[in-house]
């Protein structure tokens, strides 16, 4: 592989790639199946001649030795890396808008499914930003993008080296840090989540960390009454941002 090609990413999926066109951020190239020109591959297609983007069609064959995902749905978009953020571009984000910061802290979400799917809910949910490690950890890829349906153009995303730092300038800068864990004595609609808060979801089997819990002002559960005793990660962080997201709309 070359060192170009080493800095790129691709985005694929119909609805990933449309969102990425509609966002505005630089495309190197689109590539689609030959003889896909129905449905939305035509909306791709106008808006990508609109911009300018350069597009090639390649054989089925060809496009399935490309793609990263299994249902890549005919397209693939060659993109530079995703741009990663500071914290301050987040807390930014929160200042622009004039709404105290609402932010995710994931602890070492390593299925880039998972991390696709909350990074799809907070988008939805208003969130001004997510925080994720560099080590032990899935990143921003194609599978990312694709199941968060290009909600990942939308959100700022930093990546750090240690999460209980961050959480630490987090608070200095005011914010509350709630952590969710089977084990806490107060279920989250018990709790006050309203003003600047950061929401701490854990690994998907682990789940938080003994160090970042300490770190963190506060934690919830989310009750349960059946035989298997956790939720999936995603499912978890939809639950309690979304008792946020009404807490924040009273």
């Known amino acids: ?51 300018k983007v350069i597009i090639v069609e390649k054989d089925r064959r060809q496009m399935e030795q490309m793609a990263q995902t299994e249902n890549y749905q005919s397209v693939i978009a060659i993109v530079p890396p995703f741009e990663y953020c500071e914290i301050e571009d987040i807390i930014e984000q929160a200042n622009q808008k004039k709404e105290e910061p609402f932010i995710l802290i994931l602890d070492g979400i390593e299925d880039p499914h998972n991390l696709g799917s909350i990074i799809r809910t907070a988008e939805t949910a208003g969130i001004h930003g997510v925080i994720i490690p560099k080590r032990r950890s899935a990143s921003v890829n194609s599978t990312v993008n694709k199941v968060s349906c290009g909600a990942v153009e939308h959100m700022k995303i930093a990546r750090v080296t240690n999460i209980s730092d961050e959480i630490e300038k987090l608070k200095k800068l005011g914010l509350w ?13 018990n709790q006050d989540l309203t003003g600047p808060i950061g929401i701490v979801i854990g690994n998907e089997g682990n789940g938080i960390s003994e160090k970042v819990k300490k770190h963190c002002d506060f934690l919830v559960k989310i009750p349960m009454k059946g035989k298997v005793n956790s939720l999936n990660a995603s499912v978890s962080a939809g639950i309690i941002i979304y008792d946020v997201f009404k807490q924040r709309m009273k």
């Open 1 to 51: 592989m070359s060192n170009r090609e080493e800095l790129q990413d691709q985005v694929e999926g119909r609805n990933a790639v449309i969102e990425l066109l509609e966002s505005g951020k630089h495309i190197n190239k689109i590539f689609i199946t030959r003889g896909e020109k129905h449905g939305s591959i035509n909306k791709i297609i106008a808006i990508a001649k609109e911009r």
């Open 177 to 189: 840090i709630c952590g969710t864990d089977i084990n806490a004595e107060k279920y989250y609609y």
